[in-house]
């Protein structure tokens, strides 16, 4: 099990920790409109997944914007999601505001599908713990970063790396 706390206070992840080499599982989030959107639906392409606890914080709002500038330098072989609890209206909201269209967020809030999945569901909280994985085209894991403290920010050049590198 993963370890890490949130405001330097530990907090519980109950569900499977993903490591690299791992198949991913497959879970069921919710795109802006409330349609489900699965893992399978962005199969063949490489995916950087970016999870933070709410948009509406500013780390995650700067997580989501970092990603969502370094998208279109990805390639189309890369599809970008940024999955939380986040309600799929207050997501929507929220690219609206800050006009960021080339990624898609995702609401893991009906069912933390994705957070049981991949171990980020935070018990104490019902957020989503800031975490990042990459998948190849195959569905393999080959990223993975459990973020030990909530409040810091990821590896992004890590992550940007491990993407360039299955794509080149």
Same mark, same amino acid.
């Given at each position: 099990?993963?370890?890490? %706390?949130?405001?330097?206070?530990?907090?519980?992840?109950?569900?499977?920790?993903?490591?690299?080499?791992?198949?991913?599982? $497959?879970?069921?989030?919710?795109? $802006?409109?409330?349609?489900? +959107?699965?893992?399978?639906?962005?199969?063949?392409?490489?995916?950087? /997944?970016?999870?933070?606890?709410?948009?509406?914080?500013?780390?995650?709002?700067?997580?989501?914007?970092?990603?969502?500038?370094?998208?279109?330098?990805?390639?189309?072989?890369?599809?970008?999601?940024?999955?939380?609890?986040?309600?799929?209206?207050?997501?929507?909201?929220? &690219?609206? /505001?800050?006009?960021?269209? =080339?990624? &898609? &967020?995702? =609401?893991?809030?009906?069912? #933390?599908?994705?957070?049981?999945? @991949?171990?980020?569901?935070?018990?104490?909280?019902?957020? #989503?713990?800031? =975490? /990042?994985?990459? /998948?190849?085209?195959?569905?393999?894991?080959?990223?993975?970063? @459990? +973020?030990?403290?909530? &409040?810091?920010?990821?590896? @992004?050049?890590?992550?940007?790396?491990?993407?360039?590198?299955? %794509?080149?």
């Amino acid at each position: 099990m993963v370890q890490i %706390t949130f405001k330097n206070n530990p907090v519980t992840l109950p569900g499977n920790e993903v490591k690299v080499g791992d198949q991913a599982p $497959n879970f069921t989030a919710l795109a $802006n409109d409330l349609s489900p +959107v699965t893992l399978e639906d962005t199969s063949g392409k490489v995916r950087l /997944i970016s999870v933070v606890p709410s948009l509406d914080t500013g780390l995650c709002s700067d997580q989501t914007k970092r990603f969502s500038d370094e998208a279109a330098s990805l390639g189309e072989n890369v599809e970008v999601l940024t999955i939380s609890a986040d309600l799929p209206f207050a997501q929507k909201r929220w &690219t609206e /505001i800050n006009k960021v269209d =080339s990624i &898609t &967020t995702l =609401s893991d809030h009906r069912d #933390l599908s994705f957070g049981q999945a @991949y171990g980020t569901a935070m018990k104490e909280l019902r957020l #989503l713990a800031r =975490s /990042i994985f990459v /998948i190849d085209e195959n569905d393999k894991v080959a990223y993975v970063e @459990y +973020v030990p403290e909530g &409040t810091d920010h990821p590896n @992004y050049e890590k992550a940007l790396q491990a993407v360039k590198e299955l %794509t080149n």
